[in-house]
């Protein structure tokens, strides 16, 4: 005869076993999106770096090269020097060693420095000054679009918050109600 709180038990063990694949399922998930969050917040920076390298009338290899060193050690120095590398190696256009299949942009999830790069790429094809202007404007159109960002956060903090604890505290009561129900 099966013990009465059997079935309870079973069921907190469904339970335990689902948190632990979940956990481990959105562990990857929380770390990619760390480092994109990382490299979002350093590319303004290193867009005006960029394009005060292009403004100096360097090409394009060589202001990527530049900014990389000078960022070495960062997120968006890493993906810059791995676009260096691509224009080094070349053996293409510059529109398939950044976003081409094995391109240097491959791995970048973030829709806004993919964007912005490949607008850098294109201007920068035509008159590397001019790119040099807009890449130092664009990169302060980012600074204010983050400022944006962080007010908006600022403001959705406390209603994220109360409902982060509504949730929190109702779960755990609906999840006793039924256990209780069904033993």
């Not at 005869?1 to 694949?21: E, K, N, Q, T, Y």
């Not at 959105?26 to 990619?32: G, K, M, Y």
């Not at 779960?171 to 069904?182: E, F, I, K, Q, R």
């Amino acid at each position: 005869v099966p013990h009465p709180s059997a079935p309870l038990f079973a069921l907190g063990g469904i339970v335990l076993l689902l948190a632990s694949v979940l956990w481990v399922g959105t562990r990857d998930a929380l770390r990619e999106r760390a480092r994109t969050e990382a490299l979002e917040k350093e590319f303004p920076d290193a867009l005006f770096q960029l394009g005060s390298r292009l403004g100096e009338g360097r090409g394009l290899e060589d202001a990527f090269r530049s900014v990389a060193d000078g960022l070495r050690g960062t997120a968006a120095g890493d993906v810059l020097a791995r676009i260096a590398r691509s224009l080094q190696i070349g053996g293409g256009t510059v529109e398939e060693a950044l976003f081409g299949p094995r391109g240097a942009l491959r791995d970048v999830p973030s829709r806004t420095v993919r964007a912005t790069l490949r607008m850098v790429v294109d201007i920068a094809a035509k008159d590397p000054e001019t790119a040099g202007r807009a890449t130092l404007e664009m990169s302060g159109h980012l600074r204010d679009l983050q400022g944006v960002e962080r007010d908006l956060r600022a403001e959705l903090r406390p209603t994220v918050d109360a409902m982060r604890a509504t949730a929190m505290f109702f779960a755990p009561v609906v999840l006793g109600v039924s256990g209780a129900l069904y033993g």
